[in-house]
């Protein structure tokens, strides 16, 4: 028989098709899809360690050459760290994930829970050790020698291990322990042992490694907290309360100590000169060093009322009185209850001048900074007292900002009525601070009170240009310090600006560059710095240093050179469709590891000598390859009364323009500089599963909106609707299967646009406001606050009161026009939301129900206003792909949909078949 060439031909191409055809993704693959995680890159740049994480189960943890060598590969390894001569590498292993959800589902208690493990890796000879059962470990990093780790068993064991004989000797329970800075010493707090009251071990202990002498330094039973070494390891300081375990007050007291003494000994307490009237020593204040040594800041607070336990529960009331002169309502004081109780106020001790103590602030204060160093004189405080009232619909209180002398407390005004934000320049010569109602930066200097206006004459605006909501707009921010701490960096929308803080001069960085070009400008901070006491950006006088750079009008993200001492056109190493993101550097100055995404390719590792001939460390998600994925493209066309707006557009792999697809519009405010971010398919909080639509054959569209202060609901017509309809315009987009999909802010708005028109022919909303009226008055119960601010000044755009403009606020909620629905639409809103009153959901229910409108409502019991248990995230993704699929596919009606589920039956069907 005779084939010819072009029968085979196309046969062979028939089946070369059916190989390549690839597989939508379905609710099964989301466990499996993995991320980056703690990438590092050691400090010669010699090594480089990250963990390879999926959704659910375990992690693999990777330590590579730079030369992308494979050294080794370990499951669940966390917390990983090398020695500060890299030949050892110490980590704990974490218990399977299997292991775990086994023990949760035998109800055992925490101490019988799976343990973690001690892993301990000699780099040069492949060699390891594990340790199994602890709860914690620090490493002596600096002399290579010593790891001390604590058992996780109820004798609570301290091992101490020479990492290179393997020596290891044992101290039995122990509370809490620390380093010593020059590693010598390690302290730790024993207690007694169980039900022996005649043992003597409890208390505070010394050990002198290299003398192996263990000396105790603190006696008695109690909680010691906050041991905390000097800078040379030469002071001890630490808090101890050792009353009855049983006291209604816990009785706190700062103890001092040096090897020139037998014992510490208290330097403050409630009985110390100096000591405000009715308070004493806070167990919850953080102790601190001044760099020198002469100064040590710790905790004060009011000595609370004690609880009479005499009085039984049940016979008084329990109520909360809310009263109109509070400085903040009873909900929000409820919120921050803990918070509150634990507040202490900054003081300041010289323990080596006789103890002299010094309270920095009393209750009337909420903020305070010192420097990193904090050897300098003074210190910045901030007060809203007697003005925090406001808050309620301003959602902020002015504040008067102070310095604060470190040796006599005198309090020295800087600025009143704040509406902005202060920095403590590195040096503690200089206040900064941004001040909101004129957009205006400004230097205080602090020995003269000179206050200089830094950004005098200058024609471009530091605050948020694109502004649209009822509030003064925000800066852009800082970006970092000079190392003399003469200068500040500080940004414009574009560019980067560097001020002299004494005022003497002013100098554009990146040359104008940045606003020239619509490129956003910041700074990259890739100096490595393992001392936790310093926190401060410095950026280095006189060198090139690194930046990036974001177009927007591209959505091209890149990085450059500029340097400090030059005002010229930043120099392009490389600009690109895709995200970098995690810039970690090596000490050598020239390693340096990063992340690099876009949509079509997952965020792997990369390492690169200084940001030129980069190499690709890991292949996080090769399963990709393997399903339908998608396109990410930007969209631009013009909105009805004439605006320029823009969207992103996803569309499938195997797109076909001669087929028509459903589309679904997920929207916030504003998406597009997402453009080349990667979308991990993933069990989402409530947001739109994008990938997941766009590989089973969906067109998804993120359009941007923009603002009329007044009119949200309105503003949302205008770019989503105008949108679609410009995308409907295609042949290839089905016009009469668009649907839109939204969560909280978003949520509201898909409420609003399906009272507004009838083009959509599903619609879901996530946790939305639909009366603005009653939502007004309501309480955001996660953080106790009122919601009037939301209206008046923030997201919702309001812009006035309820009384000035109620017509307002009934045009902008769905409330009102409900009848006018005629898509069916699903609503989530979970009984235990803390950020919109969940009962704006039932008022959408139950109006759309007494309408006879098709309207679903799902509560997951217990769950917040995004979803935070991943059963309930899986769940959802399945039940929105369900409602989807039938409104816009025509697929057959899932039981849930057609009929719900009776109360009876929860638990035992959940009406997905």
């Known amino acids: 028989m005779k084939i010819s060439i072009t029968s085979t031909l196309s046969i062979l191409l028939l089946v070369s098709t059916g190989f390549a055809q690839k597989r939508p993704l379905d609710h099964s693959v989301y466990d499996n899809w993995k991320?980056?995680?703690?990438?590092?890159?050691?400090?010669?740049?010699?090594?480089?360690?990250?963990?390879?994480?999926?959704?659910?189960?375990?992690?693999?943890?990777?330590?590579?050459?730079?030369?992308?060598?494979?050294?080794?590969?370990?499951?669940?390894v966390a917390d990983a760290k090398l020695t500060q001569d890299e030949s050892f590498l110490i980590a704990k292993i974490k218990p399977t994930f299997e292991e775990t959800r086994q023990a949760k589902i035998k109800k055992k208690k925490n101490a019988d829970m799976p343990k973690d493990s001690l892993i301990i890796l000699n780099i040069q000879q492949q060699e390891q050790w594990k340790i199994p059962a602890i709860s914690t470990y620090k490493l002596a990093q600096n002399k290579n020698e010593y790891v001390a780790f604590l058992g996780a068993d109820s004798v609570s064991i301290l091992h101490l291990r020479n990492l290179v004989t393997g020596d290891t000797l044992n101290f039995h329970k122990v509370d809490e322990f620390a380093w010593s800075p020059n590693e010598d010493y390690l302290l730790f707090s024993k207690k007694n042992i169980e039900k022996d009251s005649l043992s003597t071990d409890a208390g505070l202990y010394i050990f002198d490694i290299p003398n192996k002498k263990l000396k105790k330094i603190s006696n008695g039973q109690g909680v010691y907290k906050e041991l905390l070494f000097d800078d040379n390891g030469t002071q001890l300081a630490f808090l101890a309360d050792k009353t009855p375990e049983k006291s209604l007050l816990r009785d706190f007291k700062l103890y001092y100590y040096t090897p020139q003494l037998d014992t510490a000994h208290i330097i403050a307490s409630q009985q110390s000169v100096g000591m405000p009237s009715q308070w004493y020593v806070s167990g919850d204040g953080e102790l601190k060093f001044s760099a020198n040594g002469e100064k040590l800041f710790f905790g004060l607070a009011p000595i609370p009322k004690a609880k009479d336990t005499t009085l039984v529960d049940f016979e008084?009331?329990?109520?909360?009185?809310?009263?109109?002169?509070?400085?903040?309502?009873?909900?929000?004081?409820?919120?921050?209850?803990?918070?509150?109780?634990?507040?202490?106020?900054?003081?300041?001790?010289?323990?080596?001048?006789?103890?002299?103590?010094?309270?920095?602030?009393?209750?009337?204060?909420?903020?305070?900074?010192?420097?990193?160093?904090?050897?300098?004189?003074?210190?910045?405080?901030?007060s809203d007292f007697g003005k925090r009232i406001a808050s309620q619909w301003e959602g902020f209180a002015l504040t008067d900002i102070y310095t604060v002398s470190t040796l006599s407390g005198e309090k020295r005004t800087v600025k009143e009525n704040l509406n902005g934000y202060a920095y403590l320049s590195p040096k503690g010569d200089f206040v900064l601070y941004f001040d909101r109602e004129t957009g205006n930066w400004h230097s205080y200097h602090i020995s003269s009170g000179r206050v200089v206006l830094l950004n005098d004459g200058l024609p471009v605006s530091f605050v948020d240009e694109e502004n649209d909501s009822p509030t003064l707009p925000g800066a852009y921010g800082i970006a970092g310090w000079s190392t003399d701490g003469k200068d500040v960096y500080i940004y414009d929308r574009y560019d980067i600006w560097k001020f002299n803080l004494a005022g003497k001069g002013k100098e554009l960085l990146t040359n104008g560059e940045g606003r020239a070009t619509q490129t956003i400008f910041r700074y990259v901070d890739l100096n490595q710095n393992d001392n936790p006491r310093y926190k401060t950006t410095l950026i280095p006088d006189r060198q090139n240093v690194f930046i990036t750079g974001f177009n927007e009008s591209t959505k091209y993200n890149g990085v450059y050179t500029v340097n400090t001492s030059k005002n010229r056109k930043p120099n392009e190493i490389f600009s690109d469709g895709y995200t970098f993101r995690n810039f970690k550097r090596a000490l050598d100055g020239e390693t340096v590891i990063y992340t690099k995404e876009n949509y079509t390719h997952a965020p792997d590792l990369y390492v690169s000598k200084q940001f030129k001939n980069e190499s690709r460390l890991t292949d996080i998600n090769p399963q990709q390859a393997t399903y339908n994925w998608g396109t990410a493209e930007l969209v631009q066309w013009t909105t009805p009364s004439g605006f320029a707006a823009e969207g992103i557009l996803y569309k499938p792999e195997n797109f076909d323009p001669n087929k028509k697809y459903p589309i679904i519009a997920y929207f916030y405010e504003k998406l597009s500089n997402g453009l080349y971010t990667y979308q991990a398919p993933a069990p989402t909080p409530s947001r739109l599963n994008i990938p997941y639509y766009v590989s089973n054959e969906y067109l998804v569209f993120a359009p941007d909106i923009r603002y009329e202060i007044g009119y949200p609901g309105k503003s949302a017509e205008e770019y989503v609707n105008s949108g679609m309809r410009y995308l409907a315009q295609h042949p290839w987009v089905d016009s009469t299967k668009m649907a839109i999909q939204g969560q909280s802010w978003g949520g509201y708005q898909v409420a609003h646009l399906i009272t507004r028109t009838d083009m959509y022919a599903a619609a879901w909303s996530g946790a939305p406001v639909v009366n603005m009226t009653s939502a007004y008055g309501g309480i955001r119960w996660q953080s106790g606050m009122s919601r009037q601010f939301q209206y008046e000044r923030t997201q919702s755009r309001i812009g006035k009161t309820l009384w000035e403009d109620r017509d307002r606020y009934i045009e902008n909620s769905p409330l009102f026009f409900l009848d006018r629905v005629t898509t069916p639409v699903a609503i989530m809103h979970n009984d235990s939301d803390g950020a919109v009153p969940w009962y704006q959901g039932i008022e959408m229910f139950t109006a759309l129900r007494r309408l006879q409108k098709p309207v679903w409502l799902l509560n997951y019991n217990g769950d917040e206003h995004n979803l935070m248990k991943r059963q309930n995230r899986k769940d959802i993704q399945i039940r929105q792909a369900q409602f989807f699929d039938h409104f816009l596919k025509g697929k057959p009606t899932a039981p849930w949909i057609e009929h719900g589920v009776p109360a009876k039956?929860?638990?035992?069907?959940?009406?997905f078949e």
């Not at 309502?329 to 001790?349: C, E, G, H, M, Y």
């Not at 010094?358 to 900074?369: E, G, K, S, Y």
């Not at 039956?905 to 009406?911: A, L, M, N, V, Y």
């Open 316 to 382: 008084h009331a329990q109520v909360d009185i809310w009263h109109w002169k509070d400085d903040y309502i009873q909900p929000q004081q409820l919120a921050n209850l803990k918070r509150d109780k634990s507040k202490n106020f900054l003081t300041v001790i010289y323990p080596k001048n006789g103890n002299r103590l010094v309270p920095l602030i009393d209750d009337t204060f909420n903020h305070t900074r010192t420097t990193d160093d904090a050897n300098n004189e003074w210190i910045l405080a901030a």
């Open 35 to 76: 991320s980056i995680n703690n990438a590092e890159v050691s400090k010669t740049g010699q090594f480089i360690q990250y963990q390879i994480t999926p959704q659910e189960g375990d992690a693999l943890f990777e330590l590579k050459s730079r030369d992308n060598e494979l050294l080794f590969s370990l499951p669940r």
């Open 905 to 911: 039956h929860k638990g035992i069907d959940w009406g």
